[in-house]
């Protein structure tokens, strides 16, 4: 079965600096896709970024990069010149090519002014 | 303009109650699901339906039953709430890999239903 590790509960980051998210997965799939998703203290699910296990360049999103490091099964966010609005719940996914979507227990990151 | 929307938004009522939360997407995708986050923000899915076809049933109890009128609905039925049913639930949607634009697509959410049951 597919298992999500996301190993930081919570994250504190300066305003403008960078972060990364880390996020590992178990699978035994080759072909699999990798989602990060950002929940607001508002509540909604909001969709940031997407890898490919095929894919040989890492994902980019505007200030949202992923580092992919497929032998490590690891793929963590970076975000780049953190904001006040970026704190938020961040959530780790895998989709398998059959079964569920599987998301991590997610980290807290609070951006500090 | 809502891409998944969700009604009601919040919901009380009292254990032993019957009650159903709907999901309408307008995105024309064909996989809609259906996901319940407690209070430590854990996600799980519950539910998932294709083409008005259940794919993944999660051991959920059997109080719980999805109903899909038609591709843009998924509602979801429960019975005789519990007090461990209390969380937030979420309506999402997806176009699947062999329709989609790859082979593996995003999931969008719906806003969520907080539930709470006395």
């Known amino acids: 079965a597919q298992k999500i590790t996301q190993t930081q509960p919570g994250m504190f980051v300066q305003e403008k600096e960078a972060v990364t998210l880390d996020c590992t997965y178990d699978t035994s799939d080759q072909s699999y896709g990798l989602f990060w998703y950002k929940q607001p203290s508002s509540g909604e699910m909001i969709f940031l970024i997407y890898q490919g296990s095929y894919d040989e360049q890492n994902a980019t999103e505007g200030r949202y990069s992923l580092n992919f490091q497929k032998a490590r099964k690891s793929a963590n966010l970076v975000i780049s010149a953190s904001q006040l609005g970026d704190s938020a719940m961040y959530f780790c996914a895998m989709s398998p090519l059959v079964g569920n979507f599987v998301f991590g227990p997610g980290t807290r990151l609070s951006v500090l002014p | 303009d809502t891409a998944v929307s969700q009604t009601p938004k919040y919901l009380v009522t009292q254990m032993g109650n019957d009650k159903s939360i709907k999901c309408e997407q307008n995105l024309g995708h064909d996989t809609m699901y259906w996901y319940k986050q407690d209070s430590k923000k854990f996600l799980k899915i519950m539910f998932s339906?294709?083409?008005?076809?259940?794919?993944i049933n999660e051991t959920v109890p059997n109080r719980f039953s999805p109903k899909s009128p038609d591709k843009a609905h998924l509602n979801l039925h429960i019975n005789s709430l519990e007090l461990g049913d209390s969380a937030v639930y979420f309506c999402?949607?997806?176009?699947?890999?062999?329709?989609?634009?790859?082979?593996?697509?995003?999931?969008?959410f719906g806003p969520g239903t907080r539930l709470t049951v006395l």
């Open positions: 999402a949607s997806s176009q699947s890999g062999l329709a989609g634009r790859r082979l593996y697509n995003e999931q969008f």
């Open positions: 339906y294709n083409n008005k076809e259940l794919i």
